[in-house]
């Protein structure tokens, strides 16, 4: 993919380009659009893939020192880059992070015609486990992401259970994990979004109405989840297709939440195959 931006808002992005039909990849916290490197390969023949940079920790380019980094702050940031694009009929993919939800609600974007949900967090699973409610109370510490910066370094720590032990089967590769941690590592002002990001978590009673106003959304829902996944419950799977009006849930065996790292090619096909349907 070609690297672009930064945006207005300061997002830098990758984007195949071409005519095809636009798929936008959105990632989780303490990765980057590489996720989606596998996936993409296996689109980029017909689909157009764009894949912006959010800033949970691995983004090269900080925001500005005052952007606000909340959850719908970021739903309406990513709902800005679609249109800053000019980007129609988007089909919007996510996984682990689950801000997808947010920007196809009421008022987020009228330019998503498709919505792929890919073990994410959902209703008031914020933050995901016990992997994310300690990255929150880390962050919630002075210095607290320097230190997971620096601990991240160790194979054995990031490997752990309560860290991305549990969101990859298969373990996330050496050289593309340090592409993820290289800019939290170096860079204060990409630490300083990440901190921003995970100290502004919302109330249960606020996620779940968010949720309940995503039913609004009438176009296709596909929905991928792990069977096995560990951070993203099962039942959260069957109460979204039961949320949205025109759904799809399709398992994934062999997996944890990061089914772009550990089953890239069966999800590539069921994602070629919901797109072949819906567009």
């Not at 984007?15 to 980029?44: R, Y």
């Not at 399709?250 to 790292?261: A, F, M, N, Q, R």
Request: aromatic share 8%.
């Amino acid at each position: 993919m070609q690297l672009e931006g930064p945006t207005a808002a300061g997002l830098m992005y990758s984007d195949t380009g071409g005519e095809g039909p636009v798929v936008v990849l959105l990632h989780g916290v303490l990765m980057g659009g590489s996720l989606w490197d596998t996936v993409v390969e296996g689109l980029g023949d017909r689909y157009r893939c764009v894949v912006p940079e959010l800033p949970f920790g691995a983004h090269t380019t900080p925001m500005p020192a005052g952007a606000d980094l909340s959850l719908p702050a970021i739903a309406t940031l990513v709902a800005e880059f679609l249109t800053e694009l000019d980007l129609q009929r988007v089909t919007l993919v996510c996984n682990d992070w689950g801000g997808a939800q947010l920007v196809i609600s009421p008022g987020g974007s009228d330019r998503v015609a498709n919505l792929v949900l890919v073990s994410c967090e959902a209703f008031d699973n914020y933050p995901p486990g016990a992997p994310g409610r300690l990255l929150c109370a880390t962050a919630a510490l002075p210095g607290g992401t320097f230190l997971v910066a620096q601990l991240l370094r160790r194979r054995w720590i990031r490997h752990l259970p309560v860290v991305f032990g549990a969101l990859s089967k298969q373990r996330v590769p050496e050289d593309l994990f340090g592409t993820w941690i290289g800019p939290l590592r170096h860079n204060p002002k990409v630490r300083r979004d990440l901190t921003k990001y995970l100290r502004t978590v919302a109330k249960p009673d606020q996620l779940l109405a968010w949720a309940d106003q995503q039913r609004s959304f009438a176009g296709p829902v596909l929905i991928i989840w792990a069977r096995e996944d560990k951070l993203m419950p099962s039942t959260h799977a069957e109460r979204l297709a039961d949320l949205f009006p025109n759904t799809q849930l399709v398992w994934i065996d062999d997996s944890y939440t990061l089914i772009p790292i550990d089953q890239p090619a069966v999800l590539t096909e069921h994602l070629r195959t919901f797109l072949d349907a819906h567009l």
